[in-house]
């Protein structure tokens, strides 16, 4: 990718990003009744998102081959243990992450 | 003008406080983030470009897959519309937060991340505090934290070189722990539920690389589906 190109991927970034946090204030201004619909949508959408996102992380784990997704799975074990336990979001991240750093350098090698 | 200086420092004090949490957290989201993006061969200049203006934690990681694969103006866009469509709920539940604040308005609306929401969200400023003012200070400590980490991981990153092999699961980390932390909160599990349940099914029946838009329009159907079903039991 050209310098060029790296730009206008991060201005669509930038763009896209920028949209969805203005949308709801311009669609519903300060003195209009959202739709309930919407409202439905905004309250049950990000429960929803959110697992979508954690799936779309893991999406190229291969069950079948590799390491058969075993560090990912010890990480995200841990990590809902630790988080559920001490509610500590620096622990519960940074912990996750280097265990997962030493699981696939020292361990799950390949 | 003095008075309006106090005011505004007033805030910046009361402000601070509720911000630490988030210092943590950012300082090391920004690092790695700034650490990876060095390893693919983008420098401060980029780090610096992207924590300032898209200012979107998980969205500048998927930017670091976007900027390592073909140039597609289209998917990012897409995509980055997927990644943030979260944001319209956290602008739809700020709606009345964010009357009458005037010029800093659009600040809060551009620097309307998850964490800072959770800030605004779970702290109140005192009494004789301005509260446009508290609302903005919060917002900007938090970038200033984002774009402090990224800067450091920036530069970290073109000193010391390790392996950062496995660095990118930060994401994935910063996700469950959000899922975790919604799923102890809400009372209705079923849209967390919903939402990986599609999104396994697409994953299996689409495969690896075009499976987000279906598994998309796969919840906003099983959401729709599900409204009546749901009803009064709303976690808003």
Not at chain 1, 21 to 28: E, H, N, S, T, V
Request: neutral net charge; contains cysteine.
């Amino acid at each position: 990718m050209t310098a060029l190109q790296a730009l206008i991927t991060i201005g669509l970034c930038v763009l896209g990003t920028t949209l969805t946090r203005f949308l709801p204030f311009i669609l519903f201004p300060e003195n209009r009744e959202t739709p309930e619909y919407i409202r439905y949508l905004g309250s049950v959408l990000p429960y929803a998102v959110i697992g979508l996102l954690v799936v779309y992380c893991l999406k190229d784990v291969n069950f079948f081959g590799g390491s058969h997704g075993i560090p990912e799975l010890i990480a995200v074990v841990f990590i809902i243990v630790v988080h559920t336990w001490k509610k500590n979001v620096l622990l519960s991240i940074a912990g996750g992450t280097l265990l997962y750093m030493a699981l696939v350098q020292y361990i799950f090698i390949g | 003008m003095s008075n309006f200086s106090d005011e505004k420092g007033k805030a910046l004090k009361a402000a601070f406080p509720g911000t630490i949490p988030v210092m943590t957290g950012y300082v090391f989201l920004g690092m790695a983030f700034g650490i990876l993006l060095n390893a693919k061969g983008y420098g401060i200049f980029w780090a610096l470009l992207m924590s300032l203006f898209i200012y979107a934690g998980s969205m500048q990681y998927v930017a670091i897959s976007l900027l390592v694969s073909a140039f597609n103006p289209v998917a990012a866009f897409v995509m980055t519309l997927m990644v943030n469509a979260r944001h319209l709920f956290y602008g739809l539940s700020m709606l009345d937060k964010f009357k009458n604040t005037g010029k800093l308005k659009p600040y809060l609306i551009f620097g309307l991340t998850d964490e800072t929401f959770s800030v605004l969200c779970g702290t109140e400023p005192p009494e004789d505090v301005s509260r446009p003012w508290y609302m903005f200070w919060v917002t900007l400590l938090d970038q200033f934290y984002w774009v402090a980490g990224s800067i450091i991981g920036s530069l970290l990153g073109s000193v010391v070189s390790f392996d950062t092999k496995g660095l990118d699961f930060v994401l994935t980390a910063l996700f469950v722990v959000i899922f975790v932390g919604q799923w102890q909160e809400a009372e209705n599990h079923i849209p967390a539920i919903i939402g990986v349940t599609v999104i396994l099914l697409c994953r299996i029946i689409f495969g690896s690389s075009s499976f987000l838009i279906p598994a998309m329009i796969g919840i906003l159907v099983c959401l729709s589906l599900a409204k009546n079903r749901m009803q009064g039991r709303e976690c808003l």
